[in-house]
């Protein structure tokens, strides 16, 4: 057996808290029961009643004889009817018998085993005899004629406990099923509108933050779905009040900037020396990165804002492509780098457009931000395993393995890194993946150095097309 398998064998569940308190509960009423029965197995009184009852009843029966064969034929015949049944029912030991005529004072029947051996009873009370080294209760009952003497062996302890286990063991085995499977099936029965509940939660998608929308038949659930609502109105608030922070800090914002902005285009019309001009220039491009982080923080907002329903249409990827790619050329020229695009497939996928050009022109940006000039980017659209893919590969530094997986963290930068950024745009990029359930993946290239982010769509129809390909001049 695997070890998730043991994991999951072992994982607390409530059916199983429900047969494990049986199976306790059953044992201890096993353990009270087999104690009840010992004691009053080895209770002495309860033993001679029985063989007082059995000594009576025989000499009532006897009494009526009058010869002294015929008395010992019964006697025989009662003693072995008696030890054939103990001995069927494996009870160890013998019953020892003797019968006496008053009259005569003599022994008319003794069992065999008693043979020479004197039954020392007395009449209407039991005492202790050792015969042959074991010890007997002996009990001795009269008529007028006949006088009948009984004597029993002490049970031990280890057969009377095993006798007293093999019988409410299995009546304990039958009755343990029979009063399980209604308890099983009350609760599993009882736990299915729970199970309900929880897929009906993790069938929602993660913006949803809706009213749970239960109204459950059981007291139990109530409150469980009425604490989910209420948690699902907090959040609600709370996601509002950062999304309207964060929006209005950017807009408020964007005056300041496009003032400045204005300012810095009149100043760098006046005359000035060389050391202000570039004093004036470091601040254009301060300006530019604000700008910019402005832009990505509306951006990021506007993301993590709740997706509408009818938000999503189909998007034709080749021409999709091909317009980011356009957009990008002013920026690839005065760089001088080669933006490649081969189409293998032409594909339609379904995703919010929005969403989809902020993913890939992140990713097309973050390749010509990074790639040194006179590099390459090459931008692949085809089909894997019946999935639309595309890769865009460039021949920037890459990213060190250890901190691939810190990439998508907001305001993440690479130490040593010279390129301007505000480490927003991958985390926008993965977000913009999660929400229309598309697969992004960065790694190294192997042959050198450089990235390769392969964007992978969970819903497309691909079909074959020519292989069209688009180049910046060298």
């Not at 780098?337 to 902020?358: K, M, T």
Request: proline share 5%; charged share 25%; glycine share 6%.
């Amino acid at each position: 057996m695997s070890v998730p398998m043991l994991k999951r064998w072992w994982q607390p569940t409530l059916v199983r808290r429900v047969v494990v308190a049986l199976l306790i509960a059953f044992t201890i009423v096993w353990v009270v029961l087999m104690a009840v029965q010992y004691r009053e197995a080895r209770n002495e009184e309860n033993r001679d009643d029985f063989m007082r009852h059995w000594s009576l009843d025989l000499a009532r029966v006897l009494g009526d004889v009058q010869d002294a064969a015929e008395l010992r034929g019964l006697a025989a015949v009662n003693d072995r009817l008696f030890n054939g049944s103990r001995e069927r029912q494996h009870v160890p030991g013998h019953v020892l018998l003797q019968a006496w005529d008053l009259k005569a004072r003599r022994l008319v029947y003794s069992t065999p085993q008693a043979e020479g051996v004197l039954l020392q009873g007395q009449a209407g009370a039991s005492v202790r005899q050792s015969v042959g080294g074991e010890v007997y209760r002996v009990l001795r009952s009269e008529s007028p004629r006949w006088a009948i003497v009984m004597a029993m062996p002490k049970m031990t302890d280890a057969w009377l406990l095993g006798r007293l286990s093999d019988d409410l063991t299995r009546y304990m085995v039958i009755a343990f099923p029979i009063v399980l499977l209604p308890v099983w099936l009350a609760v599993r029965h009882g736990l299915r509108p729970l199970r309900r509940l929880s897929e009906r939660i993790a069938h929602r998608g993660a913006d949803d933050l809706s009213p749970v929308g239960v109204d459950p038949r059981y007291a139990e659930l109530k409150p469980l779905v009425s604490a989910l609502d209420a948690l699902l109105s907090q959040l609600r608030a709370k996601i509002r009040r950062e999304h309207a922070f964060v929006q209005d800090a950017a807009h408020e914002l964007r005056t300041p900037i496009t003032a400045m902005t204005l300012q810095l285009e009149n100043l760098k019309a006046c005359p000035m020396d060389a050391e202000t001009a570039v004093q004036v220039s470091q601040f254009e491009a301060g300006l530019k990165r604000t700008k910019r982080l402005i832009e990505q923080l509306l951006r990021l907002a506007r993301q993590e804002a709740p997706q509408k329903a009818d938000a999503a249409s189909n998007v034709d990827l080749a021409p999709f492509l091909q317009e980011l790619i356009s957009d990008l050329m002013p920026c690839a020229d005065h760089r001088d780098i080669d933006i490649g695009l081969s189409v293998d497939i032409n594909a339609n996928v379904r995703a919010n457009p929005h969403e989809l050009r902020s993913l890939l022109h992140n990713l097309l940006d973050n390749a010509c931000r990074y790639t040194p000039e006179h590099g390459v980017v090459d931008v692949r659209l085809f089909a894997d395993s019946g999935k639309v893919v595309v890769e865009i590969v460039d021949s920037g530094p890459g990213i060190p393995p250890d901190l691939l997986p810190r990439v998508y963290d907001r305001f993440f930068r690479i130490e040593g890194s010279d390129t301007e950024g505000s480490g927003l745009g991958l985390a926008i990029a993965k977000h913009a993946a999660e929400r229309n359930r598309i697969d992004l993946h960065l790694d190294n290239r192997i042959e050198r150095s450089g990235l390769v982010a392969r964007v992978t769509f969970a819903e497309a129809v691909p079909g074959q097309k020519s292989a069209p390909k688009l180049s910046t001049a060298a």
